[in-house]
């Protein structure tokens, strides 16, 4: 994971990294925390299937700071700590990461072979391996799916 400072735009600057196990590995950061899902099973190089938390308080030096195990996690994104996991054959996890050494469950839909998400004010657009799914999560304890487009393999 690579820290750059983009205060200028047109030229980023770099301020540090974090190195771990050599894996495919998708990261969000919200506040003081940057989130990242490692996966096992291919050309990456990962053993395990996790997602870590980076704390990166202080840019220069980011520290792992706690892992919680996943079933087969691919890419991920947080809104006002609320963090989705695609967490591919296991489906959708959702959880709150306002604790991030304590997230905590919020919804799991397993019905969906999910890979990657994009959450923006309440809405989820999320890819599965049949098409494109848009979730409502602007009520945490109503999160329902809105539409979907089904592409035939």
């Known amino acids: 994971m690579f820290i750059y400072d983009i205060s200028n735009p047109y030229n980023p600057t770099y301020v540090s990294d974090y190195w771990h196990i050599t894996s495919c590995d998708p990261v969000v950061v919200e506040g003081n925390y940057a989130y990242v899902t490692l996966r096992s099973g291919n050309l990456c190089g990962e053993i395990d299937d996790q997602l870590d938390v980076i704390d990166i308080t202080d840019l220069t030096s980011p520290e792992h700071v706690k892992s ?86």
């Open 68 to 153: 919680y195990t996943m079933t087969e996690p691919y890419g991920l994104g947080i809104d006002n700590s609320t963090l989705f996991v695609c967490d591919g054959s296991a489906g959708l996890k959702i959880y709150n990461a306002s604790e991030p050494m304590d997230i905590s469950a919020i919804a799991h839909f397993e019905s969906i072979q999910a890979y990657d998400v994009i959450p923006v004010n309440g809405i989820l657009m999320l890819i599965g391996d049949d098409g494109l799914y848009q979730y409502d999560y602007s009520d945490l304890t109503d999160i329902h799916l809105l539409s979907s487009i089904i592409i035939s393999q």
